[in-house]
Every structure is written in structure tokens, then in C-alpha cells.
């Protein structure tokens, strides 16, 4: 079900800056998205509140937002349909909260999910992507990457895997990501890398495997791999 919002008026006037276009409210103690957000805002800063849940087309009303800061929530819950209306939002900030599963259609946008509790990515998450150039999920409980779940990524150049639970590489895993550059994936406890696991990675240029376990790594693991450096 859709959220209603109201206009912006003089009783949340300290929160609005209508010169910068700025809407802010940090540390508040927040349960729940404001529905008086000006449909006007570049910005929303709502970081550091105890928002737990975001419900469909609750940012319907912002298409000229640029900027969408949720970070330091206790968010859990994510309904598919949740960003849209944000047409022209360019940096989504979601860093330490509690999401646990990522759902297919779910995000359109640039991705800061690192300090969350992913465990499960769907594989259909990332669908209508292809724009993205960073991706970040440090600091989750990823424990296993499905074959194909970034083939959407075409233009992402750079992967943030670090300090997850992943404890191996399967082959494929990375088809599609055409243009990264740079794939961090230390402090895993990777022990095992299959043949094709980085295939198709033509410009990886950076790839970070310390702090893990690795014990086996398959012949050719590494072909194919021009530009690394």
C-alpha cells in the first residue's frame, strides 16, 4: 500500500534548507520515514534514526532527488517498489543497518550497502543496473556468490566484497561485469577458487585475496586476466 505524504510548511521548517534544497533529519530517534518531505528536495538526509522498515513508493513524491542518505537505521525490511519515483537519484546510502535479504527489483540506483546482514542475494537483485558503476557490500554475512547474480552489472567498475563470509569462488560468478576495474574480496575465509571463477573479467585491473584461507586454486584460474596488475 502506498504512503500518503504532506507538503513542507513552517512546522518542519528547521529541517528544510530551501535554498540548498536540503531536507534534514539526523538523530531524531525516527521510526518511520516523514511523509512531509518536499517533493522539491536534491537532498534527504535521514541517517543515525531507528527506522526499521521502507515501504512501497514512500519516496514516490522526490523524482528530483539526488541524494537519499538512510545510513546508522535499524533497517530490516525493504519492499520491492520502495526508491521508485527517484528518477533522479544518483547516490543511495543504506551502510549499517539490518537488511538481511536483497530482492529483485529492489534497488536502481548506486549501492552503498556495506555494515548491513546480507546473507542471500537473489539473483535477479541487481536487474536494471546496468547504469551502476560501484557496488558495495562490505561488511555483510555473505557467505556463497551465485553464478551469474552480477550479469546484470555491465558498467560497474568497481566490487566491494571485503570482510563477508565467503568461503569460495564458484566458476562464473562474475559473468557480465564487462567493465570492472577493481574486486576486493579480503578478510573472507575463501579456501577454494574454481577454473572460471573470474572469467570473463578482461579490465580487472586490481584483485584483493589476502586474509582469507585459500588452499586450492584451480589451473587457468587466472587466465584471461589482461589488464591485472
Not at 534527504?44 to 538512510?70: D, K, M
Request: hydrophobic share 40%; glycine share 6%.
Amino acid at each position: 500500500m502506498l504512503v500518503p505524504h504532506t507538503v513542507c510548511d513552517e512546522t518542519n521548517s528547521k529541517h528544510w534548507n530551501k535554498a540548498g534544497k536540503v531536507y534534514t533529519r539526523r538523530g531524531q530517534n525516527l521510526t518511520n520515514v516523514p511523509h512531509d518531505i518536499p517533493t522539491e528536495a536534491k537532498k534527504v538526509l535521514l541517517w543515525y534514526n531507528v527506522i526499521t522498515s521502507l515501504p512501497a513508493g514512500i519516496f514516490r513524491h522526490l523524482s528530483q532527488c539526488v541524494s537519499l542518505e538512510l545510513g546508522k537505521n535499524r533497517i530490516t525490511s525493504v519492499a520491492q517498489g520502495a526508491f521508485l519515483g527517484l528518477d533522479s537519484l544518483t547516490h543511495l546510502f543504506l551502510y549499517h543497518n539490518d537488511i538481511y535479504v536483497l530482492q529483485p527489483d529492489m534497488f536502481q540506483h548506486f549501492l552503498q550497502l556495506s555494515l548491513n546482514s546480507v546473507v542471500e542475494v537473489k539473483s535477479e537483485s541487481f536487474r536494471g543496473l546496468e547504469s551502476l558503476t560501484m557496488l558495495l557490500l562490505n561488511w555483510n554475512v555473505l557467505s556463497t556468490l551465485q553464478s551469474g547474480m552480477f550479469k546484470h552489472l555491465s558498467n560497474c567498475t568497481l566490487l566491494n566484497l571485503r570482510y563477508n563470509t565467503l568461503c569460495k569462488i564458484n566458476q562464473v560468478a562474475f559473468v557480465g561485469m564487462d567493465s570492472l576495474e577493481t574486486l576486493y574480496m579480503e578478510g573472507n575465509v575463501i579456501t577454494t577458487i574454481n577454473k572460471k571463477a573470474f572469467h570473463g573479467l578482461k579490465s580487472l585491473c586490481t584483485l584483493k585475496l589476502h586474509q582469507n584461507n585459500i588452499t586450492s586454486i584451480s589451473n587457468g584460474t587466472f587466465s584471461g586476466l589482461v589488464s591485472l596488475k
